[in-house]
């Protein structure tokens, strides 16, 4: 089961602005003509419906955006590169690979959300006229677009999951209440990866219902599908409690004692998760002998005798289900402030992209990937160009976060592989 992987992604950067010079007949005089850069491809990932695993994600290290093309002449922009989709099962978390927050948790068909942004086109020397400077050479680089490193974790988003011991029957049901074809045989971990069907009742109503691989003794400490398995449970709003009442493979009592204590010692939190025991393999000579046994053992026990494959008894199943379900999506709208329907937005002050490093003696230095970027495509023998580049500085506010850190006129601040003199 493909369920996390690590991706570097790469935005695209922003085009070149262009230096470009107006060479028509009727205007004697010219003047500046170049067009801006193109923006870089920005990284989406969207929820596709079609997919279930993160298996096709298995192999890739990296995913990188188109950059933007070049501004040209005649005040013409550059081409904006083609963004990227990354198409990921429903239920996918991505989180990033340093900080471990989450950038997202795509919990609905079709969402998509922006992850690595790419970088905006630089500005054609058209726009860097003026009275002072009716001839600019100058035009900006383009942004450079967002790097990060995300871990891309499928936790899979069903109403319902089935649960239980490898071979207790969880695909043969699954096969019989709703449309989906899982793999079937008489041997463990059949089941390597979950299985998604929809059950649609009589009435109109209907839920999602997913056959989660087999559980083992140990599965909390990662034996057989472990870990893999149980963090798919987490989303589940009820468990289907799945045992073999053939005693074939295993003791039905000692299957439902094992598989709750691998539940709750993973996660103790799905305790109070609704859970539905079914008795399976009802049709069997010695169900009848082990169910007693089992009613035996846990007495308050509501169990659901049933057949997978003679589709006998499952209705009652499927309905009390479905009650819990909604039970659970009420409860959900209770707990929810934005049950009406209202959105919450927090504001986060945006992250300034640079850094002031105070070196002592008269010494400061300037740390950004964006202003290095800048600064490579700086002349720094030609006037307008440094002057332009001390602008675009300015607003971005390294001037005023220098003099928070203390610069005084005449000290000198490192800047890429250039010293400059810091003066208010």
Request: contains cysteine.
């Amino acid at each position: 089961m493909i369920d996390v992987v690590k991706i570097a992604l790469k935005a695209g950067d922003g085009g070149k602005g262009a230096v470009a010079w107006r060479h028509e007949k009727f205007y004697p005089n010219g003047g500046p003509f170049g067009g801006d850069g193109g923006k870089g491809g920005d990284i989406y990932f969207q929820v596709d419906t079609n997919e279930t695993t993160l298996t096709k994600l298995r192999f890739t290290k990296s995913i990188k955006a188109g950059n933007g093309m070049p501004g040209l002449t005649k005040k013409m922009h550059g081409k904006s590169a083609d963004d990227v989709i990354v198409s990921v099962p429903l239920g996918t978390m991505i989180r990033h690979a340093i900080s471990h927050d989450l950038l997202a948790d795509l919990t609905e068909p079709g969402q998509k959300v922006l992850i690595a942004k790419g970088g905006k086109g630089g500005l054609g020397n058209q726009h860097f006229a003026t009275a002072r400077n009716d001839a600019p050479e100058f035009a900006q680089p383009g942004e450079i677009g967002e790097s990060l490193t995300v871990v891309v974790e499928l936790r899979l988003l069903a109403d319902a999951g089935l649960i239980g011991y490898p071979s207790v029957g969880k695909s043969t049901f699954l096969s019989v209440v709703t449309n989906a074809r899982p793999d079937i045989a008489e041997y463990p971990f059949t089941t390597l990866e979950p299985n998604i069907g929809v059950v649609s009742l009589p009435d109109g109503r209907g839920f999602v219902l997913a056959d989660m691989p087999g559980l083992i003794e140990g599965a909390k400490e990662g034996k057989g599908l472990g870990h893999e398995f149980l963090r798919h449970i987490q989303r589940c709003r009820v468990l289907i409690h799945v045992i073999d009442m053939s005693g074939e493979w295993r003791n039905p009592v000692d299957d439902y004692r094992i598989i709750n204590e691998e539940l709750f010692q993973y996660d103790d939190s799905l305790k109070k998760r609704p859970q539905i025991v079914v008795a399976n393999k009802m049709d069997d000579e010695y169900a009848v002998f082990h169910l007693e046994e089992f009613k035996k053992a846990y007495p308050d026990l509501k169990v659901y005798e049933v057949s997978a494959i003679t589709h006998k008894g499952l209705d009652p199943v499927l309905y009390d289900t479905m009650k819990m379900i909604e039970a659970s999506k009420q409860e959900e709208i209770k707990e929810t402030p934005t049950a009406l329907g209202e959105v919450v937005y927090r504001f986060e002050p945006k992250k300034p992209d640079f850094k002031i490093v105070n070196m002592g003696h008269g010494k400061f230095r300037v740390d950004s990937a964006k202003v290095d970027h800048l600064c490579d495509d700086v002349d720094f023998e030609k006037p307008e160009e440094v002057y332009q580049f001390a602008l675009t500085l300015q607003k971005m506010g390294v001037d005023k976060a220098l003099k928070e850190a203390g610069a005084q006129p005449g000290d000198s601040v490192i800047v890429g592989t250039y010293i400059m003199e810091y003066s208010e």
